[in-house]
C-alpha cells in the first residue's frame, strides 16, 4: 500500500512541478526530429500486460539521427520524464524492473516469470547498474548477441533479487541512487 501512495502521490506532485519543463522538452524535441516529439511504444508490463510507455523522441524518424541536444536528453534520462504520466495511471512504479519491448520476457522460463508480477518501473537496480548500456553495446562485435546472452539474464537475476528482497525502504535507496547516478556530469 505504501508503494502504491508513494507512486501516485509524488507522480502528480512531480507532474505538477515538471508539466511546463516536459513541454518545453517534447516542442524542442519536435523541432529537432522534425515531428512530434513524444511517443509511446509498446512494452511488457505487470502480469505480461502490453501497455504504451511515453517518451520524449530523441531520434529522426526518417534519417535515424540522433542530435547532440537528443543525445543529451538520453543521457541524462530525461527522455524519461513522461513516464510520470504511466506511474500516476498505474501502469509503472517508481521502482520495477525497466519495461521491455515484447520478445524477450514472453520468452522467460517458468522460475524467472515472477519478475512479471511487478510493475516496471523508472528505475531499478539492473537500470543502474547498466546505465551505460548503448556504449557496452556498441563495443561489441556482436550487440545482439551480448544483450541476449549476457545483458538481458543479468537484468533478469537482478529483477528477480529485487522481486524476493523489495521493501519501500529498498525503493527509497533505489530512488536516492538513481538521483545521485543522474545528477552527476556526464
Known sequence: M???LFDRIISFIALLILIPF???LIVISSIETHSFGLFSQKRVGQYGRIFNIFKIKTIHPKSGHISKWNSF???SKLDELPQLFNILIGEMSFV???PDIPG???KLDPSQQEVLNLKPGLTCEASLKYADEELLLANQ?????FNDHVIFPDKVRMNLEYYHKRNFFLDL???????LY???PK
Not at 535507496?173 to 538521483?179: A, D, E, G, S, V
Open 22 to 24: 516536459i513541454l518545453i
Open 96 to 98: 520495477g524492473p525497466r
Open 104 to 106: 524477450y520476457y514472453d
Open 141 to 145: 562485435n556482436d550487440p545482439l548477441d
Open 73 to 75: 536528453l538520453r543521457k
Open 2 to 4: 505504501a508503494k502504491f
Open 182 to 184: 543522474n545528477s552527476k
Open 173 to 179: 535507496k533505489i530512488i536516492f541512487r538513481t538521483l
